[in-house]
């Protein structure tokens, strides 16, 4: 699935708020007549987007992966979009069988930043100095503890290791957009953002490029992300239970 993030507060249902997964839920209940649980990939922040987000839940009553993909559509509001469907065997979890996530995160350099591209980056025309960010970017790669990368997070235990596998960090320029694009094997809450509000303070020459994970600059905006795909070991429509 695929949503503009903006007018949302994060995927995870919260009392009194409007999320991504409590609109599926709602609207996945009644077509089921009954309450129904969708589970993400991950918890995707306030204001975040996703081009391939990946959720699951069960019903009772089979429908067609087709009439099902254009009956979610026809009752989502415009931001939100179901592709590709498909039915998957019951034990599948798409976050705890994820082996691994892409996000994106754009900075929009140019002095003027469109309307149309607005919701989607974060508009930083100020003097940096770039190529210290690209040289930097790569130095995340490998298995660290990002702690001083992650916020504090209530679903946390003490004791939970907050150390992961990042297998590609790049920054590369794009026309009037610089691109961070980031590969792991999971992410901690806010990391990418941290992550990019740490670059953008090595491009200001606050933070040594080399010191990225023993530093931390301020939180980048939760718009410029953007969750890109997530991988499985095998595509989940490939274990199918028989008909």
């Not at 409590?22 to 995707?44: D, F, N």
């Not at 509001?77 to 691994?100: K, L």
């Not at 002095?111 to 930083?124: E, K, L």
């Not at 740490?198 to 905006?221: D, F, H, K, M, S």
Request: with cysteine.
């Amino acid at each position: 699935m695929a949503y503009d993030g903006t007018p949302f507060h994060g995927w995870q249902v919260q009392p009194g708020m409007t999320t991504i997964q409590g609109v599926l839920e709602e609207i996945v209940s009644g077509l089921e007549g009954r309450p129904v649980h969708v589970a993400g990939s991950g918890r995707t922040d306030s204001g975040v987007h996703a081009r391939a987000q990946v959720a699951a839940f069960s019903l009772d009553n089979p429908i067609p992966c087709y009439n099902l993909e254009k009956a979610i559509n026809r009752l989502l509001p415009p931001e939100i979009r179901v592709f590709e469907p498909e039915e998957t065997h019951p034990d599948f979890h798409p976050r705890f069988d994820a082996v691994a996530k892409t996000y994106q995160y754009t900075l929009f350099r140019a002095p003027i930043c469109s309307p149309f591209d607005w919701r989607f980056v974060h508009h930083y025309p100020y003097p940096m100095r770039e190529q210290e960010m690209i040289a930097a970017a790569p130095g995340l790669e490998g298995e660290h503890d990002f702690t001083v990368l992650a916020a504090a997070d209530h679903s946390d235990g003490p004791r939970k290791s907050k150390v992961r596998t990042i297998f590609f960090s790049s920054l590369t320029r794009d026309g009037d957009r610089l691109v961070y694009t980031v590969r792991g094997s999971g992410f901690l809450k806010h990391m990418v953002r941290n992550i990019m509000g740490t670059l953008i303070e090595v491009g200001r020459g606050n933070i040594p490029g080399n010191q990225i994970l023993q530093q931390r600059g301020a939180t980048a905006p939760a718009k410029g992300l953007t969750l890109i795909s997530v991988e499985y070991p095998q595509p989940p429509a490939a274990v199918n239970t028989p008909r």
